[in-house]
């Protein structure tokens, strides 16, 4: 079990959960890192007591100081001490719970000093994932998907001899709010309606993504480079229920799936525990009192953000960082009410078109890729 922690994007969702997980745990923490919620960072410093504290500003960084100023927490700011978060000596183990590419450098920074990888950030494998997984190989970094579809394939494949064996990976996918409406009603859905998902509480950028399909979309190219297989090797299935959070078939026909409540502190703690399990406070799952469960195909026609993103995994190289760039600029854009919701598929379908293609890039060239495409986005 790992017995000290570095936790990038502590305030978000997936940062408090996992604090929630440590606190009941016999786990220290050795560095926090946030946006720009001081008060929340603070409380953290209080009840943690972390040796390093990151802000992504220095007024930030600033106010926290006078926040925290009779705790022995040392405070920074920016990429910087992102990276120092990422690094530290103390921690065994670093959760990646910022939110898009700013989680990729100090991703890789953390595996190049051989930490343990709790990883939520989707983009790390998304925009660089070969990248990823071979530095993860050459430098002994095991990497923990959080992300409850991917640890629930995690789990799966420990019951599972050798990848040769799989048939196929299997996401299950709620369908967001919008499940069932067709392209015409689509039109006119608003920020409020696409922030309501039916059975998770997450972060308003992964709730539109959920919105717009867009996220499993990225959750297909993760699990292509994590699991290494094509991406027609990946499946994806409506399960309106979230309760199989996803499922493996086997070469002979056998299928195993991860069934449970959804919360997001169960795969939370498995990163810290495995190979072991211990007792965990989610609610358990009783199969008499919950309804049909039910599987159907996405629409792909009403949600093209899908099919965009299957399309992107097939070509590799450039086609999924610039995708995911520009995603996450037309996310920001429908999340201050500057574009309608079927707008973002315009945008994103038009970056990947426009931006110069690269097969093999190097990081640089993923970062410049990525910039492109947010600067397509938003000169549109």
Request: aromatic fraction near 4%; charged fraction near 20%.
């Amino acid at each position: 079990m790992i017995n000290c922690v570095s936790v990038l994007g502590s305030t978000g969702s997936i940062g408090r959960q996992s604090l929630d997980i440590i606190s009941r745990m016999p786990v220290k923490v050795a560095a926090l890192t946030a946006g720009n919620n001081v008060a929340l960072m603070a409380q953290q410093c209080r009840a943690f007591q972390p040796k390093l504290a990151v802000m992504a500003t220095r007024e930030a960084a600033e106010a926290l100081c006078d926040e925290i100023k009779d705790l022995p927490t040392s405070v920074c700011w920016g990429e910087e001490g992102l990276m120092q978060a990422a690094t530290m000596d103390d921690a065994q183990c670093v959760i990646t719970a910022v939110v898009g590419m700013l989680g990729l450098k100090p991703t890789l920074a953390a595996i190049r000093a051989g930490k343990r990888i709790g990883l939520a950030n989707k983009e790390t494998l998304v925009c660089a994932g070969e990248l990823v997984m071979a530095e993860a190989e050459k430098y002994g970094a095991e990497i923990i998907p959080v992300d409850s579809e991917h640890s629930a394939i995690f789990q799966c494949l420990m019951g599972i001899g050798q990848k040769k064996e799989i048939h196929k990976l299997i996401l299950t996918c709620s369908g967001g709010p919008f499940y069932g409406m067709d392209k015409e009603q689509l039109k006119h859905v608003t920020k409020a309606d696409a922030l309501k998902h039916p059975n998770w509480k997450m972060g308003a950028k992964i709730t539109v993504d959920c919105a717009t399909l867009m996220n499993k979309g990225l959750e297909v190219i993760e699990a292509m480079r994590l699991y290494r297989v094509p991406v027609e090797q990946v499946d994806v299935l409506i399960h309106r229920q979230s309760i199989v959070h996803s499922m493996v078939e086997t070469v002979d026909g056998a299928v195993m799936a991860q069934l449970g409540t959804p919360d997001m502190r169960l795969p939370i703690q498995l990163a810290l525990t495995y190979p072991e399990r211990t007792a965990c406070p989610v609610d358990r799952l009783d199969l008499t009192a919950a309804a049909a469960l039910t599987f159907t195909k996405p629409d792909m026609d009403a949600f093209p953000c899908l099919a965009l993103a299957r399309q992107c995994a097939k070509a590799g190289g450039t086609a999924c960082p610039v995708m995911n760039g520009a995603n996450e600029e037309a996310v920001a854009m429908f999340l201050n009410d500057e574009i309608g919701f079927y707008d973002i598929f315009e945008l994103v379908s038009g970056a990947v078109n426009a931006v110069p293609f690269i097969q093999n890039p190097t990081l640089e060239e993923i970062l410049e890729a990525d910039r492109l495409a947010r600067e397509f986005v938003r000169s549109r």
